[in-house]
């Protein structure tokens, strides 16, 4: 941890919501979909600006339920990109001490992709360093709903559905709840991130386009988080 971490009160849980991909990619001349990819480096580096500025969780809203809608092309490219990058990159998470997880419905997914996803997530379960978590078919709506079915299904007493036991049956799990949540490319809305977890997050918002937001861009809003007079409802 630099002398920067160490003076600031840094958050636990960063959200991000990467957008922005495919107008780098017009903005540059090239194909759409490699905007996708370049987005994958940013995430790399953001990981590891995480890890530098003693940030233990970050949360990256990979591919929402609403992105099922897109091109057929565009959805086997971004299914096949992450992938992919799943498999190039979990010796590096690895080696690191990253963490793994995924979190929404998987189960629309390929056999062959929730393989993929077990693997990274079992490889990497035992380590010790940065969560970093993956948010692959979630949608905010879908998770409340798949959380009520759940407790449904349990038939619990009245008294018994308190806002912890609620809480247990969302996908994000043990994850804690984001401290602030960074969305790129100017868009001012959360899109249906986390609805449950983020009613006390600290919300940034910058026009950088996810391909171009860098380590520096990270750890000035991470600094103005700091500077920030958290009430959390009081």
Not at 102 to 129: C, H, M, W, Y
Not at 136 to 143: K, M
Request: proline letters at 3%; glycine letters at 8%.
């Amino acid at each position: 941890m630099d002398k920067m971490s160490a003076e600031m009160k840094m958050p636990n849980c960063v959200g991000i919501i990467m957008d922005g991909n495919r107008r780098w990619a017009k903005s540059k001349g090239l194909q759409l979909l490699l905007g996708h990819s370049e987005g994958g480096e940013t995430l790399k580096k953001i990981v590891r600006e995480a890890k530098n500025l003693g940030i233990k969780n970050v949360i990256f809203f990979t591919f929402s339920t609403e992105n099922w809608k897109r091109t057929s092309d565009e959805v086997s490219y971004l299914l096949g990109l992450i992938e992919s990058f799943i498999k190039k990159e979990v010796d590096s998470f690895h080696k690191e001490g990253g963490v793994i997880h995924f979190v929404g419905d998987l189960s629309r997914f390929s056999p062959e992709l929730q393989k993929i996803l077990i693997e990274a997530k079992e490889k990497t379960k035992n380590n010790n360093g940065v969560n970093v978590y993956f948010a692959l078919n979630y949608g905010g709506r879908q998770e409340i709903l798949s959380a009520v079915k759940g407790i449904v299904k349990e038939n619990p007493k009245y008294d018994d559905v308190t806002e912890e036991y609620f809480a247990k049956h969302l996908q994000t799990g043990d994850m804690p709840d984001p401290d602030l949540i960074i969305r790129t490319s100017g868009e001012m809305r959360l899109s249906g991130f986390l609805p449950w977890q983020a009613v006390y997050s600290e919300l940034f918002f910058t026009k950088t386009l996810w391909p171009d937001f860098g380590e520096e861009e990270f750890r000035k809003i991470v600094e103005e988080y700091a500077n920030r007079d958290r009430r959390v409802g009081k």
